[in-house]
């Protein structure tokens, strides 16, 4: 069986690629302080039978579309089957979680700790929007973030999810 690619690996791509001009979004906070990651290690809420679980893929920002969208699949089904290692949840700084499948606009994620931040994600939608100064319909998308402000502040965690916008809008600007 052929692995599927989903809107989740892409943007579990691009979130990597964007990741990377924010070293202090790749962080978490631990009792010590500051623990910088070795990685762009981001977590994939998953929905099991036994409930919400966080397995994560490693160097999302190094890695094909294609091998993200094998692990997540990997790490997906061994979620759901109860078969995951403690390994697929270690080392996560930055989780997405997508509600796109279902009738959701947009909600507010709830930090998984000691991940810095959490990007919420929700249904692609046609919606009325001003475009070169004409109204246009055209597919969007709400994105929230929300971030321990110990970690990257406010004002980081702005330029954070504008970068992610600029590379979901354009990939091709993800490494200019």
């Not at 991940?115 to 919420?120: E, H, S, T, V």
Request: net charge neutral; charged share 25%.
């Amino acid at each position: 069986m052929g692995i599927r690619l989903t809107l989740t690996d892409i943007l579990v791509k691009l979130c990597g690629l964007a990741l990377v001009k924010h070293p202090r979004a790749l962080a978490q906070w631990t009792p010590d302080g500051l623990r910088h990651a070795a990685g762009v290690n981001i977590g994939v809420a998953t929905d099991t039978p036994a409930g919400l679980v966080v397995p994560v893929i490693r160097d999302a920002d190094r890695i094909g579309l294609d091998e993200v969208a094998r692990r997540r699949t990997e790490l997906v089904e061994r979620a759901r089957a109860g078969k995951s290692l403690l390994q697929h949840f270690e080392q996560g700084v930055f989780t997405l979680t997508n509600l796109g499948m279902s009738r959701v606009d947009s909600f507010d994620a709830i930090l998984n700790p000691p991940q810095a931040a959490i990007l919420a994600v929700g249904r692609i939608k046609e919606r009325a929007i001003a475009l070169d100064g004409q109204l246009a319909i055209e597919p969007t998308m709400q994105l929230r973030l929300s971030v321990d402000h110990r970690v990257p502040d406010g004002a980081a965690a702005a330029r954070l999810l504008d970068d992610m916008v600029v590379v979901i809008e354009k990939p091709s600007l993800a490494h200019a």
